[in-house]
């Protein structure tokens, strides 16, 4: 599967931005799908995960309350609606699937092995 991370820019702080996750290629219902962020820096850390199948849902600390992770399997998007958003929230946004992953790993970067390209949200005061 190909993936695109779009959707960044500049937003206050206090402000909101979706960010979509499309892809390419077949069986997307298969992948969960997650979001990682990198600040300058700082190492990659987990944002957001939506399973496989059902779709549960998994946030990180950085996300709770504050973003709601979804996906739409026709469509074959994930999309990461960030609300108040925070200048610490400033990086570089990545999704990224695996086929069938375990839930114990779904916040760990080295268990997913297709990323997109990145898209940079900064939040200024």
């Known amino acids: 599967v190909q993936l695109q991370a779009s959707g960044g820019g500049l937003v206050q702080a206090g402000g909101s931005r979706r960010l979509s996750c499309s892809a390419s290629?077949?069986?997307?219902?298969?992948?969960?799908v997650a979001w990682f962020r990198q600040a300058p820096g700082k190492a990659r850390e987990f944002v957001s995960a939506?399973?496989?199948?059902?779709?549960?849902?998994y946030y990180g600390d950085v996300a709770k309350g504050r973003f709601t992770i979804s996906r739409d399997n026709d469509k074959k998007i994930v999309y990461l609606q960030m609300n108040s958003l925070e200048t610490e929230d400033t990086a570089v946004y990545f999704c990224?699937?695996?086929?069938?992953?375990?839930?114990?790993?779904?916040?760990?970067?080295?268990?997913?092995?297709?990323w997109g390209q990145g898209t940079l949200v900064t939040v200024s005061s």
């Open positions: 290629g077949r069986a997307f219902i298969n992948y969960t």
């Open positions: 990224a699937a695996a086929s069938f992953l375990h839930d114990d790993y779904y916040g760990i970067d080295q268990y997913y092995n297709f």
């Open positions: 939506v399973k496989y199948g059902l779709g549960t849902k």
